[in-house]
């Protein structure tokens, strides 16, 4: 089924905004949607996703037509290999859920599902449902690579695992026991994030942020500015979050010169924050000024650039005619390992050069307390206490 083409004003893809800044979408709606060629290339990648699984697991199209449309996708000035191998996995992913289905489940792929009864007029299109026995499987792909989306607590998927539930409730009545939910997220994760809950908690979450649902319908939230600004359309503009970033300073006891490693790291936590808002101001000034506003005190130039040859061929023969060998105009170098993993393939890289991958100790890197990484372990703190 074709997504609805209106927007909600609460989006289960903006809920973990929503529900923690209530006054987010009344504040959002002022402000245009924008588009970047990273959402057109996750519309394309979506698209190609849907078609693989209308035609490999709906089983709907004809192979002929499956590749013509396929191809027309692929037309795409955007279009690249990646998405057609990213599109592989999750559909290879989407196939191992249904095996464990006895019998065949069923399966919706793009499916409208309505979450209305607890978020005011809410709806969304799940990118697939696996429905059978007494389990429901929400599947959602991202194709970003730039934040890891995490299944666990995660209100998107719980507000479409809410829709299906509904959606699928005169068929399977009271049931569906149990309600799996994962992303799948190819470019970052191999494998799938995933979070498994009972029905009935998943009902009682529900039923928990309906309160607040009702208070970002109603234009009655708070503001709550933190790390869920990223993605809010009114990121630049919105005071709530200006006001929060420049009271900076209250952290500082003023009655002792020095800085407490307590204080360095209250300072250290807020400065994210400061430098992402920072980040966004200067985006929005940016736009505004190419737009014709006026920022005071700001102007745009053109950034720095290196000289490049206007016809990289032509500019090499010229340089052999007048008189400079091959080897002198020429880099001979090897592929890099990147290059010839994408060259062979995962297993195929493994198998013939996996003994030489070698992987250094990484620079060390500051990170909060709850990065996933192990501590860095330099042999200078292998040693630490034991070399006086
Ligand atoms: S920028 Fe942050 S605080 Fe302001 S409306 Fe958006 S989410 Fe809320």
Redesign the pocket.
């Known amino acids: 089924m074709s997504p609805p083409t209106k927007h909600a004003l609460l989006s289960a893809s903006s809920a973990a905004?929503w529900l923690l800044?209530t006054?987010?979408p009344h504040?959002?709606a002022q402000f245009l949607e924008s588009t970047s060629e990273y959402a057109e290339e996750g519309s394309l990648a979506h698209a190609i996703c849907e078609l693989k699984a209308v035609y490999c697991l709906k089983k709907q199209l004809t192979k002929e037509s499956y590749i013509q449309k396929l191809n027309l996708l692929k037309q795409n000035p955007i279009y690249n290999d990646e998405i057609d191998r990213t599109s592989d996995i999750y559909i290879q992913h989407l196939k191992e859920k249904i095996k464990i289905y006895k019998p065949r489940p069923n399966i919706a792929i793009e499916a409208y599902v309505d979450f209305s009864d607890y978020v005011p007029e809410g709806f969304g299109t799940c990118d697939c449902i696996i429905v059978g026995n007494n389990r429901l499987d929400i599947i959602d792909y991202k194709h970003g690579k730039g934040v890891a989306v995490e299944a666990k607590n995660n209100p998107q998927m719980r507000l479409y695992a809410l829709g299906a539930l509904k959606r699928y409730k005169h068929v399977y009545g009271n049931s569906i026991e149990n309600v799996r939910m994962a992303i799948d997220q190819p470019r970052i994760n191999a494998g799938v994030s995933e979070e498994t809950i009972t029905v009935s908690e998943l009902i009682s979450w529900g039923k928990n942020i309906k309160p607040l649902a009702q208070k970002a319908f109603n234009g009655t939230g708070e503001?709550?500015?933190?790390k869920?600004?990223r993605f809010?359309r009114?990121?630049a503009q919105?005071k709530?979050?200006a006001n929060t970033n420049i009271t900076l300073q209250n952290y500082i006891d003023k009655s002792i010169d020095k800085l407490t490693n307590t204080e360095i790291s209250e300072l250290l936590i807020k400065g994210k924050e400061l430098v992402a808002w920072y980040k966004d101001l200067k985006a929005y000034a940016l736009n505004a000024i190419l737009k014709g506003e006026n920022i005071p005190e700001f102007k745009v130039v053109a950034g720095r650039s290196t000289r490049i040859f206007s016809d990289p061929d032509a500019a090499i023969a010229a340089a052999i005619k007048a008189g400079y060998s091959e080897n002198d105009v020429y880099n001979h170098r090897p592929k890099t390992l990147a290059e010839l993993e994408k060259l062979m393939g995962k297993a195929e890289f493994e198998n013939n050069l996996g003994a030489f991958v070698v992987k250094p100790l990484g620079t060390p890197t500051l990170v909060s307390v709850n990065d996933k990484r192990v501590p860095y372990n330099s042999a200078e703190i292998d040693f630490a206490g034991v070399i006086k």
């Open positions: 905004r800044c006054a987010a504040f959002e503001f709550k500015p933190g869920h600004c809010c009114g990121n919105c709530a979050r």
